[in-house]
């Protein structure tokens, strides 16, 4: 069972375009919220977190949205760049199992 | 070192073969993941090492996986009689003390393809 509800599975946006990456989940144990960012033949690596007593939390270009009461969260990315055609992940952590959940990911790509 | 490290960064192997594959996490991180990912699939929890606790080995799809790491350094993955379905890039992360999830740094992965 999917933890992690990602979608959609694939974006295409024209640059200077918002990209919107939504992500859904069940479990209120969870705490930590991270998007992961993930580029052809490397790892994911890290780009903004939040946690849930906040609503939203900007770096950037990059705003993740939270809504508590929806279990629901959102990766929007201002001004896309073609720079920014990568993969997407969020996830979610339960504390007391020290470990992430993730999302299947979305396919971002950025067109000039 | 500066980063995860991972090795070898391609296999390819015949079907019914054995594989190991290796994790060198960043110096002192004391948390060590290893995760599967499949084409257009995201990221399968595999097994989790934290210090000298055992292993959360919940996410080994079956008996033909396993891992170890020698107190908080070198992690090996083997893949027994590896089949097709097997074929999956292998992720490991390592986090700091007491992070519990928090902070991961990935390595950019062992692309394994079974024939």
């Known amino acids: 069972q999917q933890q992690v509800k990602q979608s959609p599975q694939s974006l295409i946006v024209q640059k200077g375009g918002i990209s919107i990456i939504n992500c859904a989940y069940e479990n209120t144990a969870f705490d930590y919220f991270p998007w992961y960012q993930q580029f052809p033949g490397k790892g994911p690596a890290l780009l903004i977190a939040?946690?849930?007593?906040?609503s939203e939390k900007k770096e950037g270009r990059f705003t993740i949205s939270f809504n508590k009461s929806a279990k629901q969260f959102s990766l929007h990315i201002m001004d896309s760049q073609p720079g920014d055609s990568a993969t997407y992940f969020c996830?979610?952590?339960?504390?007391?199992?020290?470990?992430?959940?993730f999302g299947r990911g979305t396919q971002l790509t950025v067109w000039p | 070192g500066a980063g995860v490290s991972q090795s070898p960064s391609n296999k390819v192997t015949e079907k019914g073969k054995d594989v190991e594959l290796r994790c060198d996490p960043i110096?002192?991180?004391?948390?060590l993941y290893w995760y599967r990912q499949r084409l257009g699939q995201g990221l399968e929890f595999l097994i989790y090492f934290q210090g000298n606790s055992a292993p959360d080995k919940s996410g080994l799809p079956s008996d033909r996986f396993s891992a170890e790491r020698t107190g908080e350094s070198v992690s090996t993955l083997t893949i027994q009689r590896t089949q097709q379905e097997d074929s999956a890039v292998y992720l490991c992360?390592?986090?700091?003390?007491?992070?519990?999830?928090?902070?991961?740094?990935f390595g950019s992965g062992t692309r394994l393809t079974v024939v």
């Open positions: 110096s002192g991180h004391t948390a």
């Open positions: 992360a390592s986090s700091p003390p007491g992070s519990l999830g928090y902070g991961y740094t």
């Open positions: 939040i946690r849930p007593d906040v």
């Open positions: 996830a979610a952590r339960v504390p007391t199992l020290g470990r992430l959940y």
